[in-house]
């Protein structure tokens, strides 16, 4: 049962959370058609630390990004998005 | 063991949703102007002139008042909502409301900083509420009016088992 | 309840309180305190159950949950937990517990019959036999089944109550004995929150198993007083809680048992609780657990391990027989066996398999003077067939004999790593105590005590403290804390002796894991047929895979197999540990989970007013929406048809209040609906609304729903019920992560918001005495009125294809308001109407349905939307929809079917003939409303090029077909002349 700290929040449960998107899959509505097809289907998928988009959905509802490594589960580098602090 | 909790009727709170465009220092003033106090930090409430004022999310805050009147005043730095009837209000009062809270909680119902003045968002028994502490022995839930049924079922349930 | 097994004094017991329970229909009484398997002791029975595969006669070996043999069901009927280790339940009166794995009785098992057939069963044997035809598998699987297999489960419904709860801390402290104790001790005192956890219903651990002192008390005193001091400076202590499982993020879960197995609890109390702790450290204090020595015939009831021994002595006041011959190799254990005799046990010899060299001399010298001492002694085979009688030992070559009830073995002690492993940690070997010990820890947590290899009571309470001090430090807490518990005994468990059997050993008969049957045999068969890595080792043999997931016996397994290959065991490596730590019910995984709390129900506010009318419900998600209102007699297929009828002709009343709406305000309200949606949006004038969709950012349609101006800068936006959550977050989405810099703000008013839809030819009529007299707004327009004394905003939007108005009121205040609007309905020949007739209504109609035609595979075009996208772009999906697969002319496009015979069976695959492959699928069907006739909505390849085609709609799971024309969707007043102005 992972925890994830939330900027605002401090550390919660998994359950709080939804993970949204990797950070390299958010895309722009006014990209090129190329450019969207890339950012959406191609993944690198490492084994290792991947940096994704995440949601408080159940907490505070603020998006942040953060540093999760898939093979250890350890979180890091929580950002918050979107809004002043 | 101590007194039994109290669990009060689900009801509609009198909240209108305040989200400012900019948290900036021209919406701060506006805000305080217009509700009384400045907008409270993040996981914390206080009592304004016409009521509670709490910190719902980023730049956003929830505001006891009439919509109208605030959208007059605030229109320029924030956009208004009446969401008075988005939310259902429950009471609990007893000095043991942190142990019912901590039946099934994504919540440190135990934390020192779950104290008179804060307010908090999370998981209680599947459904997402905010706890509002009023003081050592009372707290208000608010969750969602379509699972507030389940939610005062619940307390009430678990009430009997702590 | 004296006797010759029962101690006159001693013992952790009330023993002014005698409890009547019964075993195997017999009654027998124990003092309170007592566990099963002790009370059993006491009373002289030692045969305690059957083996898995052979049925012999086998008899408790420990005192703890390591238990592999004495496993009974105890409790009553629908209470029955098979498998309870008898070793872990405390009596409690009218306790009833019964033997497995044997018929008709324990003592005569028709079952040993197996034995006899004992070399064509070893391990594996059926990966050799069974061969084929595979058509007989099905008959030697139902004989195998039924001689497998442990226990009995209850057949009855589980009648109990299970609690949860859930606990933060700075520091959670698993086990309570001696190392626990102190580490929680030093954290408490420092000011961190600590949590202990320990799975006794007492705490201390080890340190009630024998005689000692510390800080100049007793061990019981000394644990009273920790008790005290931990409880008054507010550190939870939970007893009867085992913790089963280290989860991320130093999360551990525990059950407490509140009753016994079996016991029935007051008043629906709930019997057992899950605690769940979060901790910012975890002191793991495990301790170890003993192991057993292979030797012939070492299942005997009678044979037991040396410490369990101990414990039933000083603990529970029982002489685990009356002539017992200890047979070890460490230190520790002979101080037990000295311990022993000290209480008044009765011992007869005491052998160490070490040479004299390696035994603490000490004890050696007292070990001599008061009973038979041999080193060099390895035991070779227990006599005795239901209970030991002797026990033939090799003595430096030499073979001799002892005459014993009992024998008392010590392999050594295997630190329980267990939570260490599932956190991820690693492990050493230490090559004194053949034994693994934690090493590096992969999440917050550390090792202490007998868990961590240390021993020396001394040693372990000052390691412990120390521990726990540094772990407080590192979280700020650095409140003074005193000195470590101390104690003068600091005596090691001294070098253990290795796993080789002594060399005259029948290996057939030398049990390692007698849950499963799995002799020394058995693991050598496993080496000599390939199966070279520990993993086949494992699963080839069955060791270490049943309920006690082979405490006592896999490292012994290991050894064996490390021999084999003439390695050491670091280099042979070990199984994985997977939760849970001990066996847990089902009933405490559920919890509350059931019933009324399954899933938590989503009422619309409207919820009692239907409930009233008693309506078939359909689960839309979580949320109730009731189908129809039947009247009576009448089935859901009438109704539904009369009240779309109801609908057409007159009017209806229907509650939509579950869709998505939002409230958008703010300067960039207009441009920032016009990313969410496809359509335009800022050419709306205010008080006007229009139809809108959503699409992905693959260009795929997401959602439909309407939008309305409400004043310059406020919007409304809805969406359907079943995307309203989807919607939510698309929309934080677009304003946090897209476009933060956009001046506007968006409110969910789902729930705000109820919603009734008034429709029918009369609709107009019923709104406006509604609203006393106010005109009801034009089609796509809105008005704000009063209905009831309750504000109203009234949108004119049709679903249905008739006029129809949604009167949005706070939901609160939604009752007065349904209940006029219904009265007033219905005093004009109309009524409520549920989803059955709505539904028909929109397929008539042709609207799509998100979840049928929007089913995340359909773009606009194939939908017939694309006039309304907006020619701008700059939308979500605008860049998506430039993909050449938007292109082809094959797509699954929206289509109407027109049944050329009966209904058109939903889900039909639409194809040339029956069996052949489907060229699209039938999303919808129903009944026509005014007219006969069949009718339905569909997905087909081309399908906008094929108007006019014949083809099967055929369902090979509903068994039915249709054969259909593919025509316009649009079956109902396609100009829209019933509701436009």
């Not at chain 3, 044997?102 to 098992?109: A, E, G, N, V």
């Not at chain 3, 309200?669 to 016009?674: C, D, S, T, V």
Request: proline share 6%.
């Amino acid at each position: 049962m992972m925890l994830i700290t939330c900027p605002h929040c401090g550390p919660r449960a998994l359950d709080e959370f939804v993970f949204d998107r990797p950070v390299e899959a958010i895309t722009a509505p006014d990209a090129d058609t190329q450019t969207l097809v890339a950012q959406l289907y191609k993944r690198t998928n490492a084994r290792g630390p991947s940096r994704e988009l995440w949601r408080h959905s159940l907490g505070c509802r603020s998006w942040m990004t953060l540093v999760r490594d898939t093979a250890t589960h350890q979180i890091c580098d929580v950002e918050p998005v979107g809004g002043a602090r | 063991m101590t007194e039994p909790l109290t669990i009060s009727q689900p009801s509609a709170t009198r909240w209108v949703r305040c989200e400012a465009f900019t948290d900036d220092e021209a919406f701060r003033k506006a805000f305080e102007a217009a509700v009384g106090i400045a907008p409270p930090k993040p996981l914390t409430w206080a009592v304004a002139k016409d009521g509670r004022v709490l910190w719902a999310e980023v730049k956003a805050w929830l505001v006891e008042a009439d919509a109208e009147p605030l959208a007059e005043r605030l229109q320029d730095v924030a956009a208004i909502s009446d969401v008075s009837h988005a939310w259902r209000a429950i009471d609990v009062k007893g000095s043991n409301w942190r142990e019912l809270l901590a039946h099934e909680t994504t919540l440190d119902a135990y934390s020192p900083t779950l104290a008179p003045g804060a307010v908090v968002a999370g998981l209680w028994s599947h459904v997402p509420v905010m706890v509002l502490v009023r003081s050592e022995t009372e707290i208000t839930l608010y969750g969602p009016p379509s699972l507030a049924h389940y939610l005062s079922e619940a307390l009430h349930h678990l009430a009997g088992w702590v | 309840m004296s006797g010759p097994y029962r101690l006159a004094e001693g013992g952790r017991l009330d023993r002014t309180t005698a409890i009547p329970f019964q075993f195997d229909g017999k009654s027998y009484r124990g003092f309170a305190g007592d566990t099963l398997a002790s009370a059993l002791l006491a009373n002289g029975v030692r045969l305690f159950g059957r083996s898995f595969k052979y049925h012999r006669p086998r008899g408790v070996i420990t005192s703890g949950v390591e238990e592999p043999n004495a496993l009974a069901g105890v409790g009553l009927g629908a209470r029955r937990e098979p498998n309870t280790r008898m070793t872990d339940v405390f009596l409690y009166e009218g306790l009833h517990a019964v033997s497995q794995n044997r018929w008709p009785s324990l003592d005569l098992d028709l079952g040993a019959a197996n034995q006899l057939i004992a070399p064509f069963i070893p391990a594996g044997f059926y990966y050799k036999t069974f061969l084929g035809p595979p058509k007989l598998w099905m008959v030697y699987e139902h004989f195998i089944r039924a001689m497998a297999g442990l226990g009995a489960p209850p057949t009855e419904a589980d009648p109990d109550n299970y609690a949860r709860a859930s606990r933060h801390c700075d520091v959670a402290v698993v086990g309570a004995g001696p190392a626990g104790l102190s580490a929680a001790l030093a954290a408490a005192r420092a000011g961190a929150r600590v949590v202990l956890i320990e799975g006794d219903a007492h705490l201390g651990g080890a340190l009630q198993a024998e005689a000692c002192h510390i800080d100049g008390q007793s061990g019981v005193d000394w644990v009273a007083g920790v008790q005290a001091e931990l409880t008054e400076r507010g550190v939870h202590i939970l007893k009867r809680a085992t913790a089963f499982g280290y989860y991320d993020h130093n999360m551990l879960y525990a059950a407490q048992r509140l009753c016994e197995p079996g016991q029935p609890p007051q008043d629906g109390a709930p019997v057992q609780r899950l605690w769940k702790v979060r901790a910012k450290r975890v002191i793991l204090a495990q301790g170890a657990i003993e192991r057993p020595l292979a030797f012939s015939d070492n299942d005997r009831p009678g044979v037991m391990l040396s410490g369990a021994v101990g414990t039933y002595a000083h603990r529970y006041g029982v002489a685990a027989g009356t002539e017992i011959v200890f047979a070890g190799q460490t230190d520790a254990a002979l101080r037990t066996a000295l311990g022993a005799i000290d209480l008044g046990v009765k011992v007869t010899a005491i052998l160490d398999a070490r040479s004299e060299a390696d035994i603490d001399p000490g004890l050696w010298t007292m070990a001599k003077a008061k009973v038979k001492t041999l080193a060099e002694a390895k035991p070779v085979r227990a006599r005795g067939g239901k209970g030991v009688e002797g026990l033939e030992v090799d003595v430096s070559g030499r073979l001799t004999a002892f005459s014993a009830d009992a024998i008392a073995v010590n392999g050594g002690y295997t630190p329980s790593v267990h939570l260490h492993m599932q956190a991820g940690g690693g492990l050493d070997w230490r090559a004194d105590e053949s034994a693994f010990a934690p090493s590096h820890a992969a999440q917050d947590q550390i090792s202490v005590g007998a868990g961590a290899g240390v021993s020396g009571l001394r040693s372990v309470l000052q390691t412990a403290f120390d521990s726990g001090l540094a772990v407080a430090l590192a979280l700020g807490f650095d409140l003074p804390c005193g000195k470590a518990p101390y104690a003068e005994d600091d005596a090691r468990a001294g070098l253990t002796g290795d796993f080789l059997p002594a060399p005259s050993v029948n290996l057939k008969t030398a049990f390692v894991d007698p849950q499963n049957d799995v002799t020394l045999a058995d693991l050598d068969l496993a080496w000599r047929e390939g199966y070279r890595s520990v993993e086949h080792m494992k699963r080839y043999t069955t060791l270490g895979m049943a309920t006690d997931q082979g405490k006592t016996s896999n490292l012994i397994g290991l050894a064996r197999l490390a021999k084999n290959a003439a390695k050491t065991p670091p280099e042979i490596g070990l199984t994985t540990f997977r939760p849970p730590f001990i066996p847990v019910t089902l009933g405490l995984l559920v919890g509350d989970d059931r019933g009324f709390h399954a899933a938590p129900l989503r009422r619309p506010p409207l919820y009692d007013a239907h409930a009233a009318a008693n309506p078939p419900w359909q689960p839309v998600g979580y949320w109730r929406r009731p189908r129809a209102y039947l009247q009576p007699s009448e089935t859901l297929a009438a109704a539904g048809l009369r009240e779309a009828r109801m609908v057409r002709q007159c009017v209806g009343v229907t509650d939509v209040s579950t869709l998505g709406k939002f409230e958008i305000s703010g300067p960039d309200a207009a441009k920032f609906l016009e990313i969410a949606c496809a359509t335009t949006v800022a050419k709306l004038a205010i008080g006007r609304g229009r139809y809108t969709f959503m699409l992905r950012e693959d260009g795929l349609c997401n959602d439909d729903g309407t939008v309305w101006r409400l004043a310059e800068h406020r919007y409304l936006l809805t969406s359907s019920t079943g995307g309203a959550d989807r919607m939510a977050q698309h929309l934080s989405y677009i304003r946090n992560v897209l476009r933060p810099d956009l001046r506007v703000g968006v409110a969910n008013v789902q729930e705000h918001f109820a919603a009734i839809a008034v429709a029918g030819p009369n609709a107009k009529s019923v709104i406006e005495a509604a609203c006393e007299g106010a005109p009801a707004p034009r089609h796509m327009g809105l008005s704000r009125a009063k209905i009831q004394g309750t504000d109203a905003l009234i949108l004119a939007a049709s679903y249905s294809g008739e006029r129809a108005f949604e009167v949005y009121v706070r939901s609160g205040e939604a009752g007065p308001v349904w209940a006029d609007l219904l009265k007033r309905a219905t005093s004009e020949g109309g009524g409520a109407y549920g989803l059955e007739a709505l539904e028909i209504l929109r397929i008539e109609k042709g609207h799509v349905e998100t979840g049928g035609e929007i089913d995340g595979r359909t773009s606009a075009w194939d939908l017939g939307l694309e006039k309304m996208l907006n020619p701008v772009g700059g939308y979500i999906g605008a860049a998506g929809q430039g993909r050449a697969a938007f292109e082809d002319p094959n797509r699954l496009q929206f289509v109407g079917l027109k049944s050329l015979e009966g209904p058109i069976p939903e889900g039909a695959a639409l194809t040339a003939k029956a069996g052949a492959s489907a060229q699209g699928h039938v999303t919808a069907g129903s009944l026509r409303t005014l007219e006969p006739g069949f009718i339905g909505l569909g997905l087909l390849a081309a399908g906008r090029t094929r108007l006019g085609d014949t083809l099967l709609a055929w369902s090979a799971t509903r068994r039915a077909s249709a054969r259909v024309e593919v025509v316009s969707p649009h079956f109902y007043d396609g100009e829209g002349a019933r509701y436009r102005d």
